[in-house]
């Protein structure tokens, strides 16, 4: 099992681009999330997922589209990228209610530079 | 407003010692408690949580303990090993927010051999 994977690892863009960053997971899981990590900010939930067909926004979605493609994958998009977007990008995925204890699991990030 | 909050951003301990990490919540809604542990270049890996009807969770080295009273969790670690040394990021939930995780901004724990 991969668990949560994210693609790119790295990814370099200049103000006004456009990209996709993409998040697959194997464990069968409901739910899955999307975070931005800042320096001396924590982790800052984007958009969420409850479940296949249904997204919502979390605490900073300005800037941000994201589609729940299907049960494994989870897309987070930036039409135009601002400066302000350069952050570590955390997908994670979980199964709430279950004996998992409400655990998210984690994908190893992308680190993204808006220049 | 920050509904959880990890004051000390950093903590430096010896090998073998115990590590205390702390972490205060505002919002009473919460019923559920986590902590990750992070290295760097990596993605969170969950610790260990408890829920809202105990005050104390084991787990071999770690323990967190919930004070809801006074709305503070803490997080030991004994003893400490120099592999320890993390970001510790402190988060919560309740139910009713779809399982919505709220974090801390973390505390960088250092274990010195």
């Known amino acids: 099992n991969a668990g949560v994977t994210q693609t790119p690892k790295f990814q370099v863009l200049k103000t006004g681009q456009s990209m996709t960053l993409q998040c697959a997971q194997d464990m069968n899981h409901n739910s899955m999330y999307w975070y931005r990590q800042d320096p001396g900010m924590g982790l800052r939930l984007i958009y969420y997922s409850a479940s296949e067909g249904t997204t919502d926004k979390g605490e900073v979605p300005n800037g941000y589209n994201v589609s729940r493609l299907n049960k494994r994958e989870f897309s987070l998009r930036l039409e135009s990228a601002a400066p302000s977007q350069t952050s570590v990008y955390f997908c994670a995925s979980s199964e709430p209610g279950t004996d998992s204890y409400n655990e998210q699991f984690f994908g190893p990030g992308t680190r993204l530079t808006v220049l | 407003d920050q509904q959880v909050k990890q004051n000390s951003p950093s903590l430096s301990v010896q090998e073998g010692r115990i590590s205390i990490l702390n972490c205060d919540y505002t919002?009473?809604?919460?019923?559920?408690f986590l902590w990750y542990k992070k290295y760097p270049a990596e993605g969170p890996t969950f610790l260990i949580s408890i829920s809202s009807i105990k005050d104390k969770n084991e787990d071999g080295r770690f323990t967190v303990f919930l004070n809801k009273s006074a709305k503070h969790l803490s997080l030991h670690i004994v003893p400490s090993q120099p592999g320890d040394s993390a970001v510790y990021f402190c988060?919560?939930?309740?139910?009713?927010?779809?399982?919505?995780?709220?974090f801390g901004k973390g505390t960088l724990l250092t274990v010195n051999p």
């Open positions: 988060a919560a939930m309740y139910g009713g927010s779809n399982y919505k995780l709220t």
């Open positions: 919002n009473s809604m919460f019923d559920y």
